[in-house]
C-alpha cells in the first residue's frame, strides 16, 4: 500500500504563505493524479488543486490564482504553494493521488489563517 504523508501546516497571518508537502512512500509517476482537498469545520470535504501527470491542473475557484500545485517525481513528493492566504482557507488540507486502480489520501495537515 501507498503511504501518502503531509507536512508544512501551521498557523499563518491572513496574506502569509505556507508550502504544503505531500511526501510518498513510492514513485509517484504511475499516478494518474495528484492533488490536494481540505475540510474545514462543519463543511464537507473539498477539492483544492489535482495535477496530472501529463501536467494538467485544476483548482478550485476560491483558490485559483492564490495556490499552485507542483510535483517533483524524483522526490516522490507533491507540493501545493499557498499565497495570499485568507482566513477561509482555515482547514485540514489531506494529500490525494490515484493510481488505477485504487485511490490514496493522507493524514492531513493542519492549516490555520488567523491573525
Known amino acids: 500500500q501507498v503511504h501518502l504523508v503531509e507536512s508544512g501546516g501551521g498557523l499563518v497571518q491572513p496574506g502569509g504563505s505556507l508550502r504544503l508537502s505531500c511526501a510518498a512512500s513510492?514513485?509517484?509517476?504511475?499516478?494518474?493524479?495528484m492533488g490536494w482537498h481540505r475540510q474545514a469545520p462543519g463543511k464537507q470535504r473539498e477539492l483544492v488543486a489535482i495535477?496530472?501527470?501529463?501536467?494538467?491542473?485544476n483548482y478550485a475557484d476560491s483558490v485559483k490564482g492564490r495556490f499552485t500545485i507542483s510535483r517533483d517525481n524524483a522526490k516522490n513528493t507533491v507540493y501545493l504553494q499557498m499565497n495570499a492566504l485568507k482566513p477561509e482557507d482555515t482547514a485540514v488540507y489531506y494529500c490525494?493521488?490515484?493510481?488505477?486502480?485504487?485511490?490514496?489520501w493522507g493524514q492531513g495537515t493542519q492549516v490555520t489563517v488567523s491573525s
Open positions: 490525494y493521488g490515484y493510481r488505477p486502480v485504487s485511490a490514496y
Open positions: 513510492e514513485s509517484i509517476f504511475p499516478f494518474n493524479v
Open positions: 495535477m496530472s501527470t501529463g501536467g494538467t491542473t
